[in-house]
C-alpha cells in the first residue's frame, strides 16, 4: 500500500491561507463600498475641487487594495489565489470552509484514483482497503477511519455549510459515497495475504463496482460544489479507462512525490518540530526543514 496521507497536516497548513483570503476579500469589498459611498464635504466646493477630491480617495483606496494584495503582504501564508475564486457571494462559514478544505478533498480524489483504484484492482491489496474504514480505538481515544477523515467529514462540513439550495444535493451525494464505500469494503473483508482464503467470483466485480459508485457520488458532490462557488476547481474524475489519466488532468508523480514528502513531514513530528530538525541537519538534501510542497501549486494543476 502507497503512503498514507494525514489530512490533518493538510488542513492545518490550509486554514491559516483560508482565513486570511476571506479576511482579504472583505476588506476589498468594504473598501469598494466605502468609495461608492464617499461624499465631498462642505457645500461651498466647488465642482472641479470635488472632482479632484474623489479622484484622490479613489487613488488612494486602490493603492490599498493593490498593497493588500502584494506578495509582501501575503508572504506568511500560501498564496490564496483571490483572482481565480471569487467567493464574496457566499456565506463567511461557506468561504472559509471551502478555502479550508478544497486542498485536502482533492488531494482524496487523486488517492481515489491513483491508489485506490489499484489496490481494488490488486486482491493482494484488499486487506489495506479494510484498513481505511476501522476505527482506531487506540487508548480508548476513537479515532476516525481514513474514509471518514479524508472524505466524509469534508463532504459534511462544506455542505452544511454552504446556502440552503445546494446543501441536500451535497448531503444526497455524501450518503451515496458512504454507500458506495460500504459496498466495497464489504466486497473484500476478510481477504489478508497470510491467510489464504477461498474468494467469490462476484467479489472482485462488486468491488469495482462499489469504487465506480463512489466516484459517480464524489463526482456529484464536486460538481454541487462548483455551482456553489461559481468556479470549475474542483476536477472530476474521469470513468476508469486508458485515457482516464490524461482527462482527470492531474499529474500522479506530483501526488506521490505529495505524499512522500508529507510523510517524511509526519515522521518528523509536524511541520512545526521538522524545523528543529532541519537545524540539526548538515546534509544539502534537507534544506527545506518539512518539504512539503507547495500546496496552492499542487492544487491549480
Known amino acids: 500500500m502507497r503512503l498514507s496521507l494525514s489530512v490533518a497536516v493538510l488542513t492545518a497548513l490550509t486554514a491559516q491561507s483560508a482565513a486570511f483570503s476571506v479576511s482579504s476579500q472583505r476588506s476589498i469589498k468594504r473598501s469598494a463600498t466605502t468609495a461608492c459611498e464617499a461624499r465631498v464635504d462642505g457645500a461651498d466646493l466647488d465642482g472641479t475641487a470635488a472632482t479632484s477630491q474623489l479622484a484622490s480617495r479613489r487613488d488612494a483606496l486602490r493603492l490599498a487594495a493593490v498593497a493588500a494584495l502584494s506578495p509582501a503582504a501575503l508572504a506568511p501564508f500560501p498564496a490564496p489565489a483571490l483572482a481565480d475564486t471569487d467567493l464574496s ?35 493482494d491489496d484488499w486487506e489495506d482497503i479494510n484498513q481505511l474504514v476501522r476505527v482506531n480505538n487506540n487508548r480508548g ?14 463532504m459534511r462540513i462544506l455542505g452544511l455549510s454552504m446556502p440552503p439550495d445546494v446543501t441536500d444535493e451535497m448531503r444526497d451525494s455524501q450518503f451515496k459515497f458512504e454507500k458506495a464505500m460500504a459496498k466495497l469494503t464489504k466486497a473484500t473483508n476478510g481477504v489478508r495475504r497470510d491467510l489464504p482464503v477461498e ?51 492531474r499529474n500522479p508523480r506530483k501526488y506521490n512525490d505529495l505524499m512522500k514528502k508529507t510523510k517524511l513531514c509526519q515522521n518528523r513530528g509536524g511541520p512545526t518540530l521538522s524545523q528543529a530538525w532541519g537545524k540539526l541537519m548538515t546534509s544539502g538534501y534537507l534544506q527545506d526543514s518539512c518539504g512539503i510542497p507547495d500546496l496552492d501549486a499542487y492544487f491549480f494543476q
Open 199 to 249: 474468494i467469490d467470483t462476484s467479489a472482485l466485480p462488486t468491488a469495482r463496482a462499489g469504487w465506480e459508485e463512489g466516484r459517480v457520488a464524489l463526482n456529484e458532490f464536486f460538481v454541487a460544489l462548483n455551482t456553489a462557488t461559481g468556479s470549475n476547481e474542483m476536477r472530476l474524475i474521469p470513468e476508469a479507462g486508458p485515457n482516464q489519466i490524461k482527462e482527470y488532468g
Open 141 to 154: 481515544q476513537g479515532q476516525p477511519s481514513r474514509i471518514e477523515r479524508d472524505f466524509v467529514n469534508p
Open 89 to 123: 457571494d457566499l456565506p463567511p462559514d461557506a468561504s472559509r470552509s471551502y478555502l479550508q478544505y478544497r486542498i485536502p478533498l482533492q488531494i482524496a480524489a487523486d488517492f481515489y484514483v491513483f491508489d485506490l483504484q489499484e489496490m481494488v484492482g490488486r486482491i
